[in-house]
C-alpha cells in the first residue's frame, strides 16, 4: 500500500499566499507552487497532481482561463480544481464551477475550511477512481453503466448532504430513436448513439459531474453542487451541442437529432431520500417527451 502524500498543486501569483497555503498543507500533502497561471498549466501537465487550488485573480492569464486551459486538455481535465478568490459575488463562483471547477472558497483563506474542502474532494477523487477501477462501463458508448450510475449517485448524494450542497440530476433521452432505428436500421442506431455520447461528454467537462448511459437511449448525468439554474446553463449547451450534430449515413446522407431532458435538483438533507428525486426527473423526462420532444421539463 502506497504511504506517497497526495500532490496539491497552488498556482497564485502573490507570494504571501503560496507560502501562507504552502505552510498550511505541507505536513499532510506534497506540495508543487506555481506563480503564474502559464506555470501552473505546466507544472499540471509535468505533474499530474492530485488537487489544484486555483487563485482567480491573476494577471493574464487570469484563473478562469488557467481552468478553462485545464478542463479542455484530456491529460488535466479530471484533476480536480478548486478557485480560490477575494470576490465572495454568486456570479463568480457560478462562473467557476461552469469552466469546471469542483469547489469555490472565499478569501480571506480560513484553515479549517481549506483543509476540509481539500480532504473531501481528495477522497471524493479517490472513490469515484474505485468506480472507474470496477469497469463498470457500457461497450457501445465508453460511458458508465446503470449499475456505475447507482454506485456515483449514492457516493454524490452522500457527499451533497454532507457538504449541504445542491445535486441535479438529468435524464436525457433521443427523441424517436425507436423510429430511427426502423428507419435506418441498428446498426446506424449505434452511431447515432455514440454521436450523442460524444456531444454529452464533451459538454460534461467538471471532474465532479458524471455522465452515464442508462438504458438504451436514456443517458443520466448527476451535476454536484448545481442547483437549477446552474444546471439550466448546463443544459441549454447540451441542446447546442446536439443541434450542432451531424450523423452520416452509409448512402452519403447526414441525419440530425434532438433530445428531451427533465430536470430535478434538491440540497438533501440528513433524514432525505434519493427515490423521489429520481422519480421526479423521469416524471419530467416524460413531459418533455409528451409535450413534443426537444425540450427541457424542470418543473
Known amino acids: 500500500m502506497s504511504t506517497a502524500k497526495p500532490k496539491v498543486l497552488i498556482v497564485d501569483d502573490q507570494r504571501f499566499n503560496l507560502e501562507t497555503l504552502g505552510q498550511l498543507l505541507r505536513s499532510e500533502y506534497e506540495i508543487l507552487v506555481a506563480d503564474s497561471g502559464d506555470e501552473g498549466i505546466r507544472l499540471a501537465l509535468a505533474e499530474h497532481p ?6 482567480i485573480m491573476m494577471p493574464d492569464p487570469d484563473g478562469y482561463t488557467v481552468l478553462k486551459e485545464l478542463k479542455e486538455s484530456t491529460s488535466t481535465r479530471d484533476i480536480p480544481v478548486i478557485v480560490i478568490s477575494g470576490s465572495d459575488t454568486a456570479q463568480a463562483e457560478e462562473k467557476g ?24 474532494q481528495l477522497e471524493n477523487s479517490r472513490l469515484r477512481r474505485e468506480v472507474e477501477a470496477l469497469n463498470l462501463n457500457d461497450l457501445l458508448t ?13 457516493i454524490e448524494w452522500a457527499h451533497a448532504v454532507r457538504e449541504k450542497a445542491p ?12 423510429a430511427y432505428n426502423d428507419k435506418f436500421g441498428h446498426p446506424q442506431g449505434d452511431l447515432l448513439l455514440k454521436e450523442v455520447a460524444g456531444a454529452l461528454a464533451h459538454t460534461i467537462k467538471r471532474a465532479s459531474d458524471f455522465l452515464a448511459r442508462i438504458e438504451e437511449d436514456l443517458f443520466g448525468v448527476l451535476l454536484w453542487n448545481t442547483d437549477g439554474q446552474a444546471a439550466k446553463i448546463v443544459v441549454s449547451r447540451i441542446q447546442d ?31 432525505d431520500e434519493i ?25
Do not use: C, H
Request: hydrophobic fraction near 45%.
Open 50 to 55: 492530485d488537487l489544484i487550488l486555483l487563485d
Open 97 to 120: 464551477l461552469l469552466l469546471g471547477a469542483i469547489d469555490y472558497i472565499s478569501k480571506p483563506i480560513r484553515p479549517i475550511i481549506v483543509k476540509s474542502r481539500i480532504r473531501t
Open 142 to 154: 465508453g460511458l458508465p453503466n446503470l449499475r456505475s450510475f447507482e454506485v456515483r449517485l449514492k
Open 167 to 178: 445535486l441535479s440530476i438529468l435524464f436525457i433521452d433521443i427523441d424517436d430513436f425507436r
Open 241 to 271: 451541442a446536439i443541434a450542432e450534430m451531424a450523423v452520416p449515413t452509409l448512402s452519403g446522407s447526414w441525419t440530425v437529432a434532438t433530445v428531451s431532458i427533465g430536470l430535478a435538483w434538491q440540497t438533501p438533507g440528513p433524514k
Open 275 to 299: 427515490e423521489p428525486l429520481l422519480k421526479q426527473a423521469i416524471s419530467r423526462l416524460s413531459l418533455a417527451q409528451d409535450d413534443g420532444g426537444n425540450r427541457l421539463v424542470i418543473e
